[in-house]
């Protein structure tokens, strides 16, 4: 496996702002900050540069927020509940080397990992986290909400079927027989904890996030 290439993070706008040269410590310094600005570099030197410039002379081209939200709008979606979880997942390639956790959102403390798995996608991943995370809740006995950043992955478990078009190899069986799991147990299961969409562009990237950017 080839060595991941080094990069740096600046942070114009979050506690405390900075630059950063891991993915951990930049998390840590968005986490909770409404409209928070950061955006990853190759180099230190150009980190630096950037820094003493404005996050407007970098937003829209590689960054990781596409829009900047109004007040008002930042306002009507308000902060994210801490008192919850938070799952995702991320695939090199698709299909590609995929894997997913569940983090806990306020400390960012891992809650489980599973993975990495062959031939995967990113769908697919966020599916069985968001299963992994309500069986995880309920086995704990726990009230806190979950939060996802898929549309796609939060609609098919409320469907209850994961609507993959992802093919089925010797590679991946392992993979299919945990959707067949995650089906199944949301078919003979129920759940109160309430599933929710994380606001990326008011919140930054969720918690759970592997840092691929």
């Not at 993975?115 to 704990?140: I, M, R, S, W």
């Amino acid at each position: 496996m080839s060595k991941k290439k080094q990069k740096y993070y600046v942070v114009w706008f979050g506690n405390p702002t900075g630059i950063f040269d891991s993915w951990e410590q930049c998390k840590k310094a968005i986490a909770g900050i409404s409209g928070a600005q950061y955006k990853s570099f190759e180099s230190l030197k150009e980190a630096q540069i950037a820094y003493n410039k404005e996050y407007k002379d970098y937003k829209g081209k590689g960054g990781s927020k596409k829009k900047t939200l109004t007040k008002a709008q930042l306002e009507a979606i308000g902060e994210p509940n801490l008192f919850s979880i938070a799952v995702d997942a991320a695939s090199s390639g698709n299909p590609g080397v995929m894997e997913y956790r569940g983090v806990d959102t306020q400390t960012q403390q891992q809650l489980f990992h599973q993975g990495p798995f062959q031939q995967g996608t990113n769908n697919v991943g966020e599916f069985l986290a968001l299963v992994h995370g309500l069986a995880y809740l309920k086995k704990n006995k726990s009230d806190r909400i979950l939060y996802s950043d898929s549309k796609i992955a939060m609609g098919w478990v409320r469907r209850k079927k994961c609507n993959t078009k992802l093919k089925k190899t010797d590679k991946n069986k392992k993979l299919f027989e945990l959707i067949a799991r995650a089906e199944g147990w949301l078919k003979t299961n129920t759940y109160t904890t309430t599933v929710v969409k994380w606001e990326t562009k008011a919140w930054g990237e969720i918690p759970a996030d592997f840092g691929r950017k």
